[in-house]
């Protein structure tokens, strides 16, 4: 059973960079394609982009210039990095597992349980 | 972009009742839709996906219909658990989308 648990910091102040991390366990990062999913109240929920160990991530074009995804497969990690932040920005984010190995199927499943990061001087 | 619309906004029903939720698409998804339960301070979970199809674990009162634009997410037999905001998600149209929600009400 993969279960997915996202942390960063809660707090960035606008226009500077939000990281996050995704830890794997049960699982090894390499077998599946793993997307970044963020969620606010105005907006709902919005997919970020997916990262594989091989080849080039993909990326919401409306995201696509302040996003950068990577991953660990020693640490069994996903990471998300976006620049430029702003207010705009302030939601829960979710790391979550594609359905099948080795493929992208675009349905998500598991999510971790999210980290709240908020933009704010 | 695909537009997913969700209707109604907020179903509320007694238990044993059957609920009806409605996602219609802007475009044509073939069955390229899933369904999503997102309970108070959780993260979503897959229900549904290829728009019929039940996710494992997923109990049987669950089902989902519907091809092209219009696709319905039913349960059967409400129950209390089941008090939730269900999402509809699409992937035939790139990037995925997920609709506004339904909050279902018991």
């Known amino acids: 059973q993969v279960q997915l648990q996202e942390s960063g910091p809660g707090l960035v102040r606008p226009s500077e960079t939000l990281s996050l991390t995704c830890t794997v366990s049960?699982?090894?990062?390499?077998?599946?394609?793993w997307s970044w999913i963020r969620q606010t109240p105005g907006k709902g929920l919005e997919w970020i982009g997916y990262?594989?160990?091989?080849?080039?991530?993909n990326y919401n074009p409306s995201l696509k210039s302040r996003v950068s995804m990577s991953l660990d497969t020693s640490k069994n990690q996903v990471f998300l990095t976006l620049t430029s932040v702003t207010a705009a920005d302030t939601a829960i984010y979710y790391c979550a597992k594609d359905l099948r190995p080795s493929m992208v199927t675009a349905w998500f499943d598991p999510w971790g349980q999210g980290t709240p990061v908020t933009v704010s001087s | 972009e695909t537009v997913l619309t969700q209707s109604p906004a907020t179903l509320s029903l007694s238990p044993g009742e059957r609920a009806t939720l409605s996602c219609r698409s802007s475009h044509s998804l073939s069955s390229h839709l899933a369904w999503y339960q997102q309970r108070p301070g959780q993260p979503p979970r897959l229900l549904i996906y290829?728009?019929?199809t039940r996710a494992t674990g997923i109990p049987a009162r669950f089902s989902g219909s519907g091809s092209g634009t219009d696709f319905t997410l039913t349960i059967a037999s409400l129950e209390p658990e089941d008090s939730a905001v269900y999402y509809c998600?699409?992937?035939?149209?790139?990037?995925?989308?997920f609709g506004g929600g339904t909050k279902v009400e018991i």
């Open positions: 998600q699409q992937r035939s149209n790139w990037p995925p989308v």
């Open positions: 990262i594989y160990y091989t080849g080039s991530p």
């Open positions: 049960g699982g090894s990062v390499s077998d599946y394609y």
């Open positions: 290829d728009a019929s």
